[in-house]
């Protein structure tokens, strides 16, 4: 149980931390369309365990134009393992930078620090994970984005959970 506050701690620090660059009239100048909801689905490697699939879910909101902060909840789904995770992400959308063409995707780099719980061959298992990685997301339809990412997972909860992350998912701006 300490494990899991410590952990739900860590979390929220990082979510509030991370717009440190932002002064406090952007914080006041914060509206409901800065609210952004994200799903998606995963193939998921382990060092640890079998390789297989996992779904994501969460909420955050656009700190800047180019920065997301969400948290989420991912699942895993494995022949040996049934892994949890309360997971704080970041997302920085680089693209503005290569002065890109308004059409083409958005380019982003990504991080997260979650908490991991589960079971790996009925056994309980626990521990802080950290994620890095990099993405693109097209705009479909008003306030939607088909998201696709690449990250690496360093994880030890009790045995080696590292291992590499392809995602696909929404999401939507209020």
């Known amino acids: 149980m300490k494990k899991s506050v410590l952990a739900g701690i860590i979390v929220l620090a990082l979510i509030l931390s991370l717009p440190v660059g932002l002064n406090a ?5 914060f509206d409901v369309e800065d ?3 994200v799903a998606g689905l995963t193939y998921n490697t382990f060092d640890g365990a079998s390789d297989g ?21 991912e699942r895993f789904f494995t022949a040996d393992l049934a892994l949890n995770g309360i997971v704080g992400t970041f997302a920085y959308d680089f693209s503005p930078l ?3 063409d308004q059409d083409l995707p958005e380019l982003f780099v990504l991080g997260g620090l979650g908490y991991y719980f589960g079971n790996l061959d ?5 521990g802080m994970g950290v994620k890095v990685g990099a993405g693109a997301a097209q705009e479909v339809a008003d306030d939607i984005d088909i998201r696709a990412s690449l990250a690496y997972r360093v994880l030890d909860a009790d045995v080696s959970l590292s291992g590499f992350e392809v995602s696909a ?6």
């Open 25 to 29: 009239q952007e914080f006041e100048d």
């Open 35 to 37: 609210l952004v909801a």
């Open 53 to 73: 699939p996992g779904i994501y879910l969460g909420a955050g909101m656009k700190a800047t134009p180019e920065i997301l902060i969400a948290g989420q909840y």
């Open 98 to 100: 290569l002065a890109l």
């Open 122 to 126: 009925n056994v309980s298992l626990s």
């Open 169 to 174: 998912g929404i999401s939507y701006d209020f």
